[in-house]
């Protein structure tokens, strides 16, 4: 899921309060996949209300946004769009996986093994029409704007970042440094405690901030060579990348040679893919200036009909949030635009 630049990329470890006063482009597919792995319950099962929808998401959506807004923080989400041609490969294998784990949980649940249920539940996860219509519904409700990619959010997301119009780009992957952002933000929508895959031991979740130029500096390359380092260690257009080659491997490479074709030709590696197609795909994603960025204070009766008439949410719960996000904007009455 995603480039695997860990190992390369230093990482700022921050408090959420650092992005107090900020606009944050969210990647809302990750994010929604994000709320969806994690909010469950013991066997694995979803959140569900009284006529069995799914609403994890809505969950995390309500209450993580409630904190954001609270510490002055400004969510855009960015939705996805058509992806590109060279994907294909990896959705398909995503969906093949997630099939398997969802055979895996049903299986493990029913012989009582829990706790693996629920590790095959979180690999099942998907994202549906429904999940996403109600999504979108929500964060109106809300006053949260959303922006429609015309093919990858984190593109998109990074393209707004690169203009200015936010901060920063929020993910869990290092996709948005390959499509330019200046800034990138992991664990902005998770908190507390993440258990280790496989393990009964948990791990501290810190939201991090990674500068693109910082990061280049210290790797003594440019943003087109960190394409290149992606592309021979895998990317959602070529999994796998070239055998063999991991990370480090791949920047000794480029700092030796210049360009992942040269290093190909000069290592004798093997590669089935077009090194300059695919950088095309990072350097020149197709985005939108078709967005309009303005935050509202919630509709508190339609977010109390959504979430409680109709997804059996605690009306106590949802007003506490909600009272949360109306102090704030509201605070010595100042307009949004002057407040940020």
């Given at each position: 899921?995603?480039?695997?630049?860990?190992?390369?990329?230093?990482?700022?470890v921050i408090e959420l309060r650092a992005l107090s006063g900020r606009r944050v482009a969210v990647d809302a597919f990750n994010t929604l996949y994000q709320f969806l792995t994690t909010i469950r319950q013991r066997g694995g099962?979803?959140?569900?209300?009284?006529?069995?929808?799914?609403?994890?998401?809505?969950?995390?959506?309500?209450?993580?946004?409630?904190?954001?807004?609270?510490?002055?923080?400004?969510?855009?989400?960015?939705?996805?769009?058509?992806?590109?041609?060279?994907?294909?490969?990896?959705?398909?294998?995503?969906?093949?996986?997630?099939?398997?784990?969802?055979?895996?949980?049903?299986?493990?649940?029913?012989?009582?093994?829990?706790?693996?249920?629920?590790?095959?539940?979180?690999?099942?996860?998907?994202?549906?029409?429904?999940?996403?219509?109600?999504?979108?519904?929500?964060?109106?409700?809300?006053?949260?704007?959303?922006?429609?990619?015309?093919?990858?959010?984190?593109?998109?997301?990074?393209?707004?970042?690169?203009?200015?119009?936010?901060?920063?780009?929020?993910?869990?992957?290092?996709?948005?440094?390959?499509?330019?952002?200046?800034?990138?933000?992991?664990?902005?929508?998770?908190?507390?405690?993440?258990?280790?895959p496989g393990r009964q031991a948990y791990t501290e979740v810190n939201p991090e901030l990674v500068h693109l130029q910082k990061c280049l500096e210290e790797l003594g390359i440019t943003r087109e060579q960190l394409v290149?380092?992606?592309?021979?260690?895998?990317?959602?257009?070529?999994?796998?990348?070239?055998?063999?080659?991991?990370?480090?491997?791949?920047?000794?490479?480029?700092?030796?040679?210049?360009?992942?074709?040269?290093?190909?030709?000069?290592?004798?590696?093997?590669?089935?893919?077009?090194?300059?197609?695919?950088?095309?795909?990072?350097?020149?994603?197709?985005?939108?200036?078709?967005?309009?960025?303005?935050?509202?204070?919630?509709?508190?009766?339609?977010?109390?009909?959504?979430?409680?008439?109709?997804?059996?949410?605690?009306?106590?719960?949802?007003?506490?949030?909600?009272?949360?996000?109306?102090?704030?904007?509201?605070?010595?009455?100042?307009?949004?635009?002057?407040?940020?």
């Open positions: 899921m995603g480039v695997q630049l860990g190992e390369l990329v230093q990482a700022e099962e979803p959140l569900r209300d009284s006529k069995g929808r799914i609403t994890s998401h809505l969950s995390g959506l309500l209450y993580r946004n409630s904190n954001l807004i609270e510490l002055g923080i400004l969510p855009v989400y960015v939705f996805d769009g058509t992806p590109p041609e060279q994907k294909k490969l990896t959705v398909a294998e995503r969906e093949a996986r997630r099939e398997q784990a969802q055979l895996a949980w049903e299986q493990a649940l029913q012989e009582g093994r829990l706790e693996e249920a629920k590790s095959k539940a979180m690999q099942a996860a998907r994202l549906s029409q429904e999940v996403l219509e109600d999504s979108r519904k929500l964060l109106s409700l809300l006053g949260i704007p959303c922006v429609d990619a015309p093919a990858e959010g984190e593109a998109q997301a990074a393209y707004m970042a690169s203009k200015g119009d936010v901060f920063a780009a929020a993910s869990q992957d290092y996709d948005s440094l390959l499509f330019g952002s200046p800034r990138l933000v992991r664990n902005l929508t998770l908190s507390g405690r993440r258990k280790l290149d380092i992606a592309i021979l260690t895998g990317t959602d257009y070529n999994p796998g990348g070239v055998p063999g080659i991991g990370p480090k491997k791949a920047l000794a490479l480029i700092k030796k040679h210049g360009s992942a074709e040269k290093a190909i030709e000069a290592e004798g590696l093997r590669a089935d893919f077009s090194v300059e197609e695919l950088r095309e795909l990072f350097l020149s994603h197709s985005v939108t200036d078709s967005y309009t960025l303005e935050w509202r204070p919630p509709d508190r009766e339609g977010v109390l009909r959504f979430l409680c008439d109709e997804h059996d949410f605690s009306e106590e719960r949802v007003e506490k949030a909600l009272e949360k996000m109306e102090k704030k904007l509201s605070s010595k009455q100042r307009s949004l635009d002057s407040w940020f």
